[in-house]
């Protein structure tokens, strides 16, 4: 691996393979009595989020602390950013203090790569504006290595918002290092601009139809079911939220038509979900469901990041 991690794209496979051999280990940890090693003692983790987050932030602040770093949790209501100072002085502010390694989450897409070059810690991208958060998509295919074994060949299909998504981003780029096989479905108006010559170089597949994919001669694996954003939309990307989930929500009779034709075809999402909207409650309750999974999987992979960048062979910090 390299110092910092922001982007998918930075791994090459493998980088994404030793992760989650890594992982795999470090998620024997959550089954201890005591969840601690001594792996990371000494080291300093800002964790510095100018979104709101639940399960990233929260599995990234776990994870330090298990790997006995001095973790810290920072957010722009609680710092001199809402006074008027810039991301540039913060940053260079709290690598003054010599801290290891800068987790950040940032509404900007770009951030985490202006910031890695301004400070001398390792920097993670937990999630920039539109583009990218790379840990989401370790995660996500940990999960799914833990599930259906190794993912060459393997169908994922990529449902939802793709428009405001980064986590879709990072998704492509991490399942296809791994030799999977992707279809990304959205609505016209929420398909980005470009995907097609995107899509053309490096093989994934694009569709408009649903159905169409689920009911098609190349059956999912998986299903990954992305949350509408509408806190980033600023128009009206479809009518009512009623025709959006009759037209691309993951709803019983699509779950249904899934697992008649594969009974062991994944359900996941990366969170928070709207449940009724992009998903309903029987499929992301059902069996077949991994999304807790994803969960769990999440603080094992921020491990083993940390782990990598802080303390593994060839660490940078």
């Not at 170089?201 to 994919?213: I, K, L, N, Q, R």
């Not at 009518?239 to 779950?255: F, H, M, N, S, W």
């Not at 940390?306 to 060839?314: D, I, Q, S, W």
Request: glycine share 8%; net charge neutral.
């Amino acid at each position: 691996m390299t110092k910092h991690l922001i982007s998918s794209a930075d791994l090459t496979r493998a980088d994404v393979e030793a992760i989650l051999d890594t992982a795999a280990s470090m998620h024997d940890v959550q089954r201890r009595e005591v969840k601690k090693l001594p792996t990371l003692r000494g080291r300093t983790i800002i964790n510095f989020f100018f979104e709101d987050s639940t399960r990233t932030r929260s599995s990234f602040e776990i994870a330090g602390k298990w790997m006995s770093a001095d973790t810290i949790n920072l957010s722009a209501k609680g710092s001199s950013t809402s006074k008027g100072e810039s991301l540039r002085d913060s940053v260079q502010t709290i690598n003054a203090m010599a801290v290891d390694a800068l987790v950040i989450r940032h509404n900007q897409s770009g951030a985490c790569q202006q910031v890695a070059g301004w400070v001398n810690a390792s920097v993670i991208n937990a999630g920039d504006g539109t583009h990218e958060h790379p840990t989401q998509a370790l995660l996500d295919a940990y999960t799914l290595r833990s599930r259906i074994g190794e993912l060459d060949g393997k169908h994922v299909v990529i449902v939802g918002d793709l428009t405001h998504s980064r986590v879709f981003r990072s998704n492509v780029i991490t399942l296809m290092t791994l030799g999977a096989r992707v279809t990304v479905v959205a609505p016209p108006t929420l398909m980005p601009s470009g995907i097609g010559s995107w899509s053309a170089t490096d093989g994934f597949a694009t569709s408009w139809d649903f159905d169409e994919v689920l009911s098609g001669e190349d059956r999912p694996d998986a299903v990954m079911m992305l949350r509408v954003q509408r806190e980033r939309m600023s128009g009206g990307y479809f009518p009512t939220p009623r025709e959006y989930t009759v037209g691309y929500g993951l709803t019983r009779p699509r779950l249904a038509t899934l697992l008649q034709r594969n009974p062991d075809v994944l359900v996941m999402h990366p969170g928070p979900m709207n449940r009724g909207l992009e998903i309903s409650a029987d499929a992301a309750d059902a069996p077949s469901s991994v999304i807790l999974d994803q969960v769990s999987s999440g603080l094992a992979v921020r491990m083993a990041v940390l782990y990598h960048l802080l303390a593994g062979e060839g660490s940078a910090a």
